[in-house]
């Protein structure tokens, strides 16, 4: 089974900026040093066509994770998240996200709706979880999606403060 939830994350910048620092490897170091209590990296980063693709490897540990999922691993887990980010026109840009938890029968994805204007702007996030252990999964997908959107708003967060120190 799979649930789908979305979030909405704003950051108090203007539309460029977050773009240009979605499409910029630096960013993305800042992003996954910062993003966990537990340093990730950039494993690959690609420019592509006024877009970019970063593969990201991050560490989520247990203390961030939901109280169930919690219950059932006894470590940090890896998740290797590849975010498409498409080129901007006329103040809006398409994302796209996957990730996959190693080790774990857990794995999400998502389409993100970047649009915005000269003073702020908006991420719609619509995701999917999927928790693939029988009986369970449907029990522990929706605390997935919660925790994701926290996750969500922490990167919002970080980007707002990396555009402010760099752009």
Same mark, same amino acid.
Not at 12 to 24: D, F, R
Not at 91 to 98: C, M, S
């Given at each position: /089974?799979? =649930? ?5 994350? =704003? ?43 970063? =593969? ?12 169930? %999922?919690?219950? /059932? ?32 029968? %857990? ?21 999917? %979880? ?5 009986? /369970? ?21 970080? =980007? ?8």
């Amino acid at each position: /089974m799979t =649930t789908r939830s979305e979030n909405t994350v =704003t950051i108090n910048q203007p539309v460029e900026k977050v773009h240009q620092a979605l499409t910029n490897a630096d960013y993305w170091a800042y992003n996954a040093a910062h993003l966990s209590p537990e340093p990730g990296e950039v494993h690959e980063f690609t420019e592509e066509n006024g877009g970019a693709v970063a =593969t990201l490897f991050e560490v989520l540990p247990l203390e961030i994770l939901p109280e169930a %999922v919690r219950a /059932m691993i006894s470590q940090a887990l890896k998740v290797k998240r590849v975010v498409t980010v498409k080129p901007l026109n006329d103040g809006k840009a398409d994302i796209t996200y996957t990730a996959d938890v190693k080790g774990t029968p %857990v794995d999400f994805k998502g389409a993100i709706t970047l649009h915005g204007d000269d003073t702020s702007t908006t991420l719609g996030y619509e995701n999917e %979880v999927n928790v693939n252990i029988p009986f /369970m999964g449907p029990a522990i997908e929706p605390k997935v999606a919660e925790a994701l959107g926290e996750l969500f708003e922490n990167e919002g967060a970080l =980007t707002d403060e990396w555009i402010n120190n760099n752009l």
